[in-house]
Structures are given as C-alpha cells and as structure tokens.
C-alpha cells in the first residue's frame, strides 16, 4: 500500500500567524490560538470582532505575513519527507495568507480555507473547505487506499490523527499533549524523522 502523510501548517513548518500579528499590532488577544481553544469557530470569531475594534485590514496581516520565514529546519525537513512520499499541507489557515510562505516552502500541496473580504479591504467572514475538514482530507487518501501518517500540534489536528492510520504530534503544548496520550509526541525535525521513517519501514527508499 502506498504511503502519505498529511501535515498541519503553523507550528509544523511556519510560525503561528496571528500570535506574530497580536507581537506587530500589541493586540495580546489575537496570541490564542487553536492550541488554546479547541472550538475553531469559536477562535474565528473572537479574531474577527477583534480586527474589527481595532480597524485591521487583510493589507495589515499580509504585511507581517510578507515579513515571516519559515522555521527552522522546516524546509529542509520538507524536503527530506517529500522524495520519501507524497505530502499533503492540511491547514485552517487561508488562501489569502498562504501565498508567501508557500514560496518559500516551495509551493507543496496545500488544503486550507478562504477569507471574505470586503471592497475596503476589511475581514468580514471565512469559509471552510468542509467541517472537520482534516478529518475528511484523511479520510479521502485512505478510501483511495493510500496509508495516512498525520502529523499536528493542535486541538484541531485531533480528528485528523485520530482518522489516520498513524498519529504524531509536533511540539504540542501541555494541555494538549496530555489530553491525547494515545498519540507519539515529537520534539525536533530529526525526532520526526525517526518516527516517520519506522512507520515507512522498507517502503522509505527515495
């Protein structure tokens, strides 16, 4: 059977977008993230009423965006994993934000969701892919009899480990890594390799 593995984005290869939004802006609100809350609807929302009250445009969060590298070792672990097997990138983060750092990820496949954006400039909603929508993005490779590695640090990566035939957390915070023991915890790019490679077993010849 034929391997993937599908990555979350921020905090795996790129830093938290928005906590170097709240550094940029002074606004400590905007530094939770889906490692704090595990409800994503429920973050959405805070985050847009807060763009909101302090009049923050899309141009705004590009701007800080436009500034971030990846980090490091991302790119290089990158990849490394790519001419093992294919790798799929499975974020809640947005096409309007993604650009940048793609290029410098260099351009991997991407899943992620859409902002809408008023003629102003301004946030004014999002639209999901799908609900759950890691989950399901697992969920398709296996029907297509592809074996799913997952790799994520965050309450929203949860349903996408758990679908997959094998689950890793990356540098997860405390809360999250204890309340899901079941799944191997990672530290370093070479830690993941370690385990990425013993999953692939003989099937991780370039």
């Known amino acids: 059977?034929?391997?993937?593995?599908c990555t979350d984005l921020e905090g795996i290869y790129i830093p938290e977008i928005w906590i170097n939004v709240a550094r940029k802006t002074g606004i400590e609100a905007l530094k939770l993230t889906t490692r704090d809350i595990s409800d994503y609807n429920v973050l959405m929302k805070k985050r847009l009423g807060i763009l909101d009250r302090n009049h923050l445009?899309?141009?705004d969060i590009q701007d800080v965006i436009s500034r971030m590298d990846p980090l490091e070792g991302a790119l290089e672990f990158l990849n490394w994993l790519r001419s093992l097997v294919p790798v799929i990138i499975v974020s809640d983060t947005f096409t309007q934000f993604a650009g940048p750092l793609m290029k410098k990820l260099g351009m991997p496949a991407l899943l992620c969701n859409e902002l809408s954006v008023s003629q102003e400039g301004m946030i004014t909603g999002?639209?999901?892919r799908q609900n759950d929508g890691k989950r399901h993005v697992v969920e398709a490779f296996k029907a297509l009899n592809y074996r799913v590695t997952a790799v994520g640090d965050s309450y929203n990566d949860v349903t996408m480990l758990k679908a997959a035939d094998n689950g890793i957390l990356y540098n997860p915070p405390e809360n999250v890594e204890s309340e899901f023991p079941e799944f191997p915890v990672t530290r370093s790019?070479?830690?993941m390799k370690?385990?990425?490679?013993d999953i692939l077993g003989n099937d991780a010849q370039p």
């Open 1 to 5: 059977m034929m391997h993937l593995v």
């Open 57 to 59: 445009k899309l141009t």
């Open 126 to 128: 999002y639209c999901l």
């Open 189 to 191: 790019y070479e830690d």
């Open 194 to 197: 370690a385990a990425v490679l």
